[in-house]
């Protein structure tokens, strides 16, 4: 999916089809904002003002690097875990056995599919927290790519807790539901406090 | 741009680089909020309890088709405004004269810089606008999406209006920066309004 265009990916997200849906778009999201906060890091290194953080922000520039190469293959991965969800209902439900061995196969995959929207939104989380300690770092000709990286990384963080809640909804397992529910909900609300916080930084530093 | 691979575009917007940034990434995201309505809009059609809307229906996914189209080229279009800004400041200042027609680029430039963002900002305002009277439409399958769709939208308009923002920071031409900003603002503002409507319909549908 990686290496489609952004052509064909949009295509492919507007066409009537489950996948790429939301769970795509909200992994993409998150790419870009890891990217945007990959530049941001890039144009602070080197500067004079920074020199006694070189340290600390080639820290993060690698940190940047690892959680994107781990986001990038997950819209691909969101769009599998659903389709494993599309298959399980087109089983046949003819004989009582053959509707138990759907419902089964229905639940195991709609646990799969929420749970890698869960993946998602844990690394959006993880990339928001990689910056923690070098905002001050960032100047203000570059502000505004910080803050659309931080707002990028919201809307994937929220997309990806839709996903998990959506298909928390259809589980039988209400306590595998009802934790995953509490722990998304827990990381959503630290992404967007991070959120805010560079808002606010960042807000600052335009005015 | 649009036909870079989405590996090509974000890499790309990681580099060390001034374009791609903020501004793409921005108009990218709200190209990717239209898609999802439209998908929204398109599995909403032909449902039996949507038999009356139908021509509704039809004209908002027309209406999306549309606003996509717009859409698609305002990452290009963004990096080549802030490219012409790059070029300007690298201009000879020299001698009086050579610093007077380069700043005098510097201006011309920024403005175009502003006024892109800006399209890209009421775009992904219109977007949420065309989605006013159909929300009742959507069903509880597909409302995650809905609500993904409207966090890329915000994120679209909030990258924007910081383009906008940071751009107008720069113009000594300050009726025209003020006034452009007033007009921003007021745009943003209406596409969180929108973004939150949508939320809070989402979040019952899904309790």
Not at 31 to 57: H, P, Q, W, Y
Request: charged content about 25%; aromatic content about 4%; proline content about 3%.
């Amino acid at each position: 999916m990686i290496e489609l265009t952004l052509r064909q990916f949009l295509d492919s997200l507007a066409a009537k089809t489950p996948t790429p849906g939301g769970g795509a778009a909200a992994a993409l999201a998150g790419c870009m904002g890891a990217a945007l906060f990959t530049m941001v890091i890039r144009f602070s290194r080197g500067k004079k003002a920074n020199v006694d953080r070189e340290g600390d922000l080639a820290a993060v520039e690698a940190r940047l690097e690892n959680l994107s190469a781990l986001l990038a293959p997950m819209a691909e991965r969101d769009c599998k875990a659903f389709d494993l969800v599309s298959a399980a209902y087109k089983m046949p439900k003819a004989t009582p056995d053959e509707t138990a061995l759907r419902e089964r196969a229905i639940q195991e995959a709609m646990v799969g599919a929420m749970v890698v929207p869960e993946e998602t939104l844990c690394l959006a989380r993880d990339v928001m927290a990689a910056m923690e300690g070098v905002i001050g770092c960032i100047a203000k000709t570059i502000a505004s790519d910080l803050a659309s990286g931080a707002s990028l990384l919201l809307a994937a963080a929220e997309g990806a807790y839709l996903n998990v809640r959506i298909n928390a909804m259809y589980l039988t397992d209400r306590v595998l539901a009802d934790n995953t529910l509490k722990r998304a909900t827990s990381v959503l609300d630290e992404v967007r406090q991070r959120q805010k916080a560079i808002a606010v930084v960042v807000d600052g530093m335009l005015a």
